[in-house]
Structure formats: structure tokens, C-alpha cells
């Protein structure tokens, strides 16, 4: 090949040619940790990068390749990477219409009246402010993939959130615009929630672990020692515990699947889907996923407090006395009765905890955003509902032999498994109605957009749903 | 700063500047939940979105921002969220030459003589019709990140496919073109799938589960109670269970290396890696992840089965009854051989039963896709070829003093753990012979792309591969 | 509608446009497995692909849809799919300015004196050389999502450099760019890696188990041998091991926690977060999350090895001989505090054990990108530390009753747990002085910019960091 060089031809990309050579020019504003880790980013992505600073001699180090000015020489995004809104800002802008990008976030909920980025446009009302990007921090920037993390971002004006959000589609951040500045106060709290969703699954936790651990304190170790003078309190670590767990997880379990048949009856009642279900309601079922995983932790700590009881020092106690107490006395019998039923609750224990963890592992998200529609609603629904009925019957097989005893109902209290089978047993009977087939059929239809016509209503011809 | 604005200057952005500050149009036909949700998400990545109703003013709730027009205006990309081909239609569409997105499934296969798409261009000759985003589900557009998510797109106009392509990547959807509108059925069965890539796997599963579970109920129970008079029915539960598990993992898990052996044979046999293998062996090498996955799922049962042993009825009553007896006779004498013996049998499992999970957890979508290539075959082939030695060793351990008393042979039959042990074994020695430097060396050069070449055959000179 | 179809109104895309509806054209040099799968891709991503080859019959097969040249005939961007640079290159590459992409990798490091990139620039003088997306393979190509998979770029025209972006970009993956053509050499490396980050953490654990295996070898198996005469070698593979493993764990964890409170006290002591820490510091906080998953391998074996502690013949052996031994002496009495004091060591370890399950789910990269910055924080730090404490406690608990006998000073050795609780303590102490309020207030200061200043010494007085 001649080393001869064409440059006509075929274009090598559109917006190479646009651009030219020169690969666009951003600025920065701090070169604290936020602002150095964007700086590296945009210039591994292409860009070329300059930090605004009023003393460009003392302002600390920037990343290879940058430069720092004290006022910027040309239109160019800017983003504001400091944690306050400095004095300075408008001489450093210098004299051109910018799109200034405010990545700054509060250390607390409500300390300023008005949001920074609000703040920010009565400072600089020449420039276009757009509040975005504020969800990612100095250390993500450095050291993760940015690959599909979600950005929001808010402005009033579209040409300025355009221009960010290409930069951002270039650093491959998924960009989600959240409309007009007034949405930057929404924006400024993001990076500051802790977990929202799962507040209310873990105050419903807390709440029923409290509830049966005093319950159960009271009828087995209180009662021991109130009637017959036993102190049995070192029952409380672990076969207390191991009696609040299960019951708590299985709730919690059927407290999952409640809303779904809850919003099934509400649909069926009043025959059309197109209304908005009860406030209540709508909360309850967005949360029924972390639902579902409190109630896993639950179970995997049943599981391991199960695996330990026979290295505990009170069970081989109890073996050991047992042995040298039947020691001469009538041989002690084996009961294929009981052999059956205590095998077969620990079988349905460990189906149940099976299938627990693998709904547990389809709700990872990396999992589930692999499943197409039908196989998540085959596994969050199918499997869970069978994981409930499994773990129900598990607690059905406990008390099969015991609900007759009158010594279950000390103090005329029932014990705490029958207290944990009620919901789930609700819950069950009703998905069965709900699966009778003229229900089924109802529902299906509803669900497919159809409506219960009333007279003189009148709708367009076409539901449609790809549901 | 002043206040004035300059618009001169370098433009904010191409794109922006190409197509004016007002955002790009997209039509949306059916204000069902998927109408709804996918103008939600256009509008919050900065679409401007109409919905085509023929009576706009009852057409149920459209989200906020977006309009309601009883014929497109103009010329734009329209969704058609329909979930059946109206008539109104070609009314809708109104008279410019339209790119129209079929986004329609069926609720089962085969329903239709042709694919929806196929019917929506003879219905609407002049527009472009496009198949594709049809595994978006309204509750993912609603809920979840799309970044990354692959969709699927088929049509005949290149330009077409280029326009609906745009968007999607806007989305952050992940495209794959799958060329012309004939693959409209193929697209529309994607989301009726159910674990196609997981029956193979399950149904073998199934079949071993099936043939285990019977041939240890002949040999175990039945000859117990047809030789002895014994009813040991118990048994099935738990312990007849935990030999089944056990040996359909391992049997599972030496078959997921099996087909990358044969493969290595046939290669060496053909002396190339350019013809094709048989098609057994590739539906059988696609599906080895999912035969990994079943038998880990075996392990887990097999190892959660294990834990519960000393609690349950049956072993606590033979250890007392054991107690018993022995009372005054000999003294129970400490088998040194013995302890080694079961003490490697049970940190054999515990190691397998550790890689296992580690090639589970390796096979994570998230975290397979954050390994190098080498990574990523040192633990699949490397670390997975290990867990198959421990694992085999391990069952050999456990009949190590088993297979030459008559008693094991009931009935003339050889043990579970006997017949399973066959194809690991079998595999192993496969895996040692391809180890063989000799062997090994032709196999490396095949792979590399060397042929053994033949009289009279010439080809090009350079065989490239990086694998 | 009427078929008449208008080409005027607002053009579908302005990329599809500039290009016409002729899609872009890439070459292809190279029909081997990678060759012929990135073909594949591009074919299906909408681009046209021709495959380059001197001999266009005899070349194999190549994809459908693509066509063999002889030589390039126009300008388009060029993938060397060649694992080695062929003297035939500078013909197929035809008479046009070319942008070549090289894929190629080595098989080893550091048997070519230089970056194949560089050598193929060399070759080819007239072409612009990127090197990049060379750690994509085969098989990630064909059958894996690309999107959000991180290639590497470097090249030392940004023209070229953006053309393969594009590329790149449109196949969803995220691209990074390296700099110029002199960064060829790392890149080459990539591929080859094996778990570089792994290394340290995986090195400090074999010591440690080493270390502790032959300590505890000496103090219990040999001790006994030459003491008492008794061979309790049988004791290695079970009880050692699961002395062993948790001591290591416990030391691990905590060795993931103290490289943070160094840096704290560091930043104390300088009094400025702008100094960079020692080399060894920093390395060491790099492989934080890798000291803390293989802590978590070691917790997760103890756990395993503590539920099959029951089910050991050597256990069973011990129970029995109890038993037969005390028969007729004085009765067992039931030791309240040695119950207590045991079920608060299983529950302390249990509960330890799900804080590190949890702190290991939650470094999983899908789970891990799902949080907010504070919440990540909240889980790595605050539940982390909580579970060293719990750890810690457990270890604690396990000696309360022994460390003032004797007998526990084998040699005038301490036990393994004393040696291992050592880290943790000295880390909780100090992580301790750091929660005093005054320290608090400093060092959360100087996180937040400020510095001690010293006379004469003047800084920009905007410090401003979003972390």
C-alpha cells in the first residue's frame, strides 16, 4: 500500500466531520474529589477538559491532560462540582450563554430553602441550568463501570438537557429527564435516601418479631417458671428464637402474595381494571419484593439456627439424660407414626427454603432483567405461590398432632404457629377462589381491558393490552 | 456575567441544533398499560408523544404531557401498542408514508395463520412496517432500569429499522436487528418462551431423579421388607432422598463436562475445528450452564439434607436404642481408620459443595460478565474439572470399604453410588488422556486453527483465531 | 391511507440521512472464530460487512449476508481479526486512508518486543491503527449480551478513534478510552489477567492458613502425641480445619477494615485529605472487597463444617462413650451459665454470618449498582463493622471460660482464637477513638476539604467535594 492518504471519500462518521477533529470541550468547576474523578472520565471518554478557577496557580491537582483557567474562553457545558454555590461562579462563566450542569448535593434533607440548582439560576440567570448527574459520586467515577447506571436529570430548558444528556449517553449512563427545574429539589434528595423501600417490610418485621417474642416469652418461659418453677430463660438465644423466625418469615411471605389477590377482588368488584386501586394498596404492592427477601433473611436464619441444634449444649443434655433415664425401663419404642410425620416436616421445610432462595435469586437483578415476561410471572407467581403452600403445610405437619392436646393452650393461649397459619391460610383460600375457572375467566378478561359495561356508558371499541 | 445570551458560538450539540430545539415526535396507537407506560418513558427521555385515538376525548388516561389527535398530523414513528389489528387503523395513520413499530404479541403460538406484523403491512401497505420492542413489558417500562436490555428488531426498510433503532438506544435498550419482517413470527414468540434453554437440562433431571428413586426403593425398602419383614417405608422421605440427590448431581454435573471432552475427540479425530459438530453434541454444549445449575440445585438439597440428619426422629432413636443395647457389653472400641475414613468422606463433600457454589455464583449474568476471558475459563474449566475430581472422590470414598462385602450386592444389583459413579469416572479419564502432552499439543494447534492437512487439499495460508 | 408515499416532512433520523439508506460498510480481516462472530454481530447491529482475503474461495465460511473481496474497495473502518500480523496486510488494506482496528491478542506476555498494534502501524504507515476491543471473544460475541461491556480504546488519531466508537457504541458496549497507540501494550495485557486484584488477599490467606494449621498441628495433634502418648491425628481434616477457618476469616475481616481507620488516622495526623497515602496503603484499600469475599469463603466453610459436626463418627463415638461411662455415677447435672454461654456463641456466630452473607450479596455488581452512594456506605461500613463486632464477640465468647486455666497454655502457647482475636480488637479500638465525638468532627472536616492551615500557607477557599 502507497502511503499516499485520501480524505475524500466515504465520511468516517458523521459527527466526527461535524465536530472535526478536535473532540468537544467541557469545563469543570472544583477540582475537589468529585470534580478530579469527572475530569478523568471525560477525558478517557474523548472530550477535552478545562477546571474554571480563579487562581489557576493553587487549586490543587488535575487530572493528565487537563487544563485550568480562570475564566472560560468559549461555549462549552459546564458542570458544577462544587458543594456550594461559590460567589465566584459568574465571573468564572465568563461572557457566553453556558449550560451549566449542578452535580451538587445537600449533606442533609431541608437545609436550604430552595433547591441548589434553583439557587444556582437566580445566580446565573444567563445561563441554562440543568440539575443532573448528582447520583454519582467521586468513588463510582473512579473505580465502577458506568454502564447502565441511571442519571436524572431536570431543566427548563430541552436544547441544554439534550447537550447533557449526550455527554452523559457517552460516559454510557442510562439518562432518565425528570421534566422542569422544579424537580431538582426531588433530585437533590435522591443520593441522600436510605433505603425507602425497604422502611416499610422492616418496620413490618421489627414490629411482628416483637410482637411473638414476648408472646412466646410469656407463654413458654414465663409461664415454666410461674407454674411450675422452672428457669428456662436460657431457651430465649436460641429455640426462642428459632420459634419467632419461621413464624415471622411465613407471614411475611403470605404478606406478599396478599395484595395480589387483594387486587384481584378489587378489580372483580368493580369489574374493570381502569381504576386506581386504594392508596394503601398501591404502596403495599410495590414493596411486595423486599417483602419477600426480609421474609428469605428470616427463613435462612430458621434454617441455620435449625442446623445447629444438636451441637447445642441443652439438646445433648437432654439426650444424655434421656438415655440414662430410660436405661432399664421399657425399651424405648419406635414410632413409625412420628417417624413419618417429623421426616416429612423436615422435607417440606427444606422444599419450602429451596424454592425460597430461588425466588430470591430471580429477584436479583441482574437475573431477573434476563427472564422474558412469561418466565418472571411463572416464577414470582407460580413458584411463589407454591413456595407458600409449602411452607404452610411445613407448619400444618408441626402442629398436626398437638392442636388436640390441652396442654398446647397454656393460659388458654394458642401457640404461635397456629397464630402464623392464619394469613397464609387466608391468603391460599383465597387464590383457590380466584382459580375457580368462571372466576379465573372473569379476571383474565378484566385484565385484557374488558369492562363491565354499565347502561349509558360508552367507551372506545379498543382495549388493548400486552400484558 | 451579563444577562445577555449569545447563540453564536460552537453549537450545543449536532443533534440539537439538527433537529431545532423542538424535541422529536413519536405516535402512540392503544392507551392500554403498555401505551401508557412506553409514552411515559418517551416522554421522560425527552420525546414529544401523541397518542392517535379516534374518539380522543374518551380514550382513557394518557400521562401527563402527552396529547391526544384523532390522525397523525405528521411524519413520525408510530408504536402500535394494539394488541389486535383495528380497522381504524389505516385511518389513524393518516396520509404520510409512516414508520409503524408492531409491538403486539400473542397470548399463545400459533394462533394466527401469519405474524401480526405480516397482517399490519397488508392492512397498511404504504407504511414501513417494523417488528420489534415486543419483550418490553408495560411493568418493565414502568418499573425497571431498561438499560442494557436487549430488544429485537425486524422489518424490510433498512431506514425504518435505522429510525426505530434510534429511540431504542435512547431508551438505553440494547438493539439487535434480526433482519427482514419474516422474522415478525420468530420476534413474536420470544416472549411466549418459558425456559426453552432449561427443559433439556430438567427433563434429564427428571429421568434420573425417576430412575434413582425407584431402583434405591426396590433395593432399599422392597428388599427390606420382602427378605426381612421389615417396613422401613420411613425412609423414603429423607433418607432414600439424600442418595438420589447426591447421585443425580454428580451424575449432572460429570455430564456438563462431557460434551466439551467428545467435542475435543472429535476435533482431534477430524484433525480441524472447521467441521461442524454433530447436532446433538451443540444443543448439548449450549445447555451445559443450565445442567451446572440444575446440579448445584441437586447439591444444595443433597447438603441441606445432610444438616438435618442428626435431628431427626428416626437416627436419635437408633443412637439411643444403640446405647442401650451396647449397655454392659464390650466397650465400644474408638476405629481410627474409621474416623479418617468418614472424616474425608464429609470434607470432600464440603469442598465440592464449596466449588460448586463458586461456579454458581461465577455464572451470575452480573459477574460473568465482569471477567476476562481467562478468568472466566480458568473457573469454568479449571476450578469446574476440579469440583468434578472432589466430587467423585468423595462418592468413591464413601463406598470405600462397601464394594467388596456380599451384603452390598442385594439382589445382585450394584449400589446407587456404584452406578453414578460410571460417567464421572468415565469423564475424568477422558479429561486425563486429553492431558496427555501429546494429545494436548495437537488438540492446542487445532484450536488455533491448524488443519491436518490431506493430499491434493491446499487452503489459505493464514488461520486465525483468538480464542 | 393512500399508498402514494411522500420522501419530504421531517427526515426519520438525521444519521439515516447523512448515510442514506445504505448501511455503513465494515471490513472484516480474518475468518477464523472471531472473525466470522464479529461479523455476525455487525451484520445484525445493521451494518454491512465485507470480509477481506486474498483468496476469496478457499477463505471458510463466513456469515450470511457477507461478501469476500480480495481487497478493500472503498474507505471504511477495518477489524484484524489475525492473531498475527500477515505480510499480505498492506495489500488486502487496498489504496484508501483506512482506519484498522486491531483485535489481536498475544498468548503469552512479553514475547513480541512490541505491542502488536505498534508493529501493524509500522506495517501499514498509511493507516490510522486503534487498537481495542480486544477483550471481546469469540464466544462473548456470539452468544453473550455485549451491553454495558467495557472495550478499551487507544489509538493516536482521535478521528479513527471516534469512528470505532461509534461502532462500538452502536453493539451497546460502553467504550473507554485509553489515550494514544503507546497504551497498546496494557491493553494487549488484558486479556490475559487472571485475577490481578485477587492476588494479595488470596497470597495473605494462604499464609495465614498455613501459619495457624501448623501452629494448631503442633499445640493440639502433636501435643497430645508427645505429651500423652494419644494419636488424635484423625482430628486434622475436621477439628483443624474448622479452627483454622474461622481464625482466618476473623483475621481477614478485620484486615479489610483496618486499612480505612489507618487512613482516617493518617488524615488525622497530616491534617489535609489533598496528600496522597503510602503506596502499601493505598494498594491495600484497592483489594478491600477481595479481603472481604475470601473472608466470607472462610466463614461460609466454618459454618459448613459446624452443621456436620454431629453426624462425625468421632462425635457420635464420644456422646456414646459419655454416656456408657457416667452411667451409674453421679447424675449429669444441667449447667444453666455453660447453656447460656453456649447459645450465645452459636447465636453470635449465626448472626454474623448473615451480616456477611449480606455485606458479600451486596458487593455482587448487580446489587451493588442498584444503591445510592449512601447506601452503599451505610452497608459496607456501618452493617460491616457491626459484623466485625458480632465476629469479634463470638470469638470472645468461645474463650470467656478458658483463657485463666492452665491448661489452656499448651507449651506456654495461647490458643489459636487468642492469636486471631488480636486484628480485630486493635481495630475496633481504633475505629473506637475515631467515633469519639472530637475526633469525629475533625476528621469529617478534613473529608469535607478543609485543612489544618499552617502559617504562610494560602489556598483557594473554595474545597468543595460531593463524597
Redesign the interface.
Known sequence: ???????D??P?????T??G???E?LCIF??????RSLGQRL????YRVVYG???PH????VPQGAQVQPMVQ????IFN????A?S?L??L?????Q?LVD???NLKKDIYPEANAVYLQRL????AVVKGL??L????LQN???????VFLCGD???????V??VA?RL?L?????GSLSAARELED??????PEWRLPLRVALGLTAFFFFYLLIRDVIYAYVEKGN?IS?RI??SL?NKVFPIVSLIMLSLCYLPGVLASFFQLYRGTK?RCFPDWLDRWMLCRKQLGLVAL?FA??H????????????V??K??????K??KST??D???T???A???F??MG?LG??LY??LGLSS???????L????FT?IQSKLGHLTLVICTVHGYIYGWNKFLRPSTYKWWTPPGYMLCLVVPSIVLVLKLLLLLPCVDRTVTRIR??WERTEPGE???E??????
Chains 1, 2, 3 share one sequence.
Not at 446565573?124 to 445561563?127: F, H, I, K, L, T
Not at 434454617?303 to 441443652?314: D, E, N
Not at 379498543?462 to 400484558?467: C, E, F, Q, R, V
Request: hydrophobic share 40%; glycine share 8%; net charge neutral.
Open positions: 500500500m502507497s502511503g499516499e492518504v485520501k480524505t471519500g466515504l468516517l462518521s458523521p459527527l466526527g461535524a465536530a477533529p478536535e473532540p470541550l472544583g477540582t475537589g474529589d468529585l470534580g477525558l478517557q471518554t474523548g478557577s480563579r487562581r493553587s487549586c490543587g491537582p468559549s461555549r462549552c457545558v462540582c462544587f458543594s456550594i461559590s465566584s459568574p465571573v462563566m465568563g461572557f457566553y450563554y449550560v452535580l451538587s448535593n446565573v440567570p444567563g445561563a448528582n447520583t459520586s467521586a468513588w463510582t465502577g463501570p458506568l454502564a447502565g447506571k441511571q430548558s430541552a436544547e441544554a438537557k439534550q447537550a444528556s449526550d449517553t454510557s442510562s439518562v432518565v429527564d425528570r435522591f443520593p441522600l435516601r436510605l433505603f428457669d436460657f438465644m436460641v428464637a381502569y433473611g435462612f436464619l434454617a441455620i439456627y435449625t442446623f445447629i441444634i444438636p451441637i447445642r449444649y441443652a445433648r443434655h439426650l444424655i439424660s434421656l438415655v440414662m430410660n436405661n425399651p424405648f419406635f414410632d413409625k412420628e417417624a413419618w417429623t421426616d416429612s423436615y422435607v427444606i427454603f429451596f432462595v430461588l436479583l437483578p441482574s437475573v431477573g432483567s434476563a422474558s415476561w412469561r418466565e411463572f385484557q381491558g360508552e367507551r372506545d379498543i382495549k388493548a393490552t400486552n400484558l
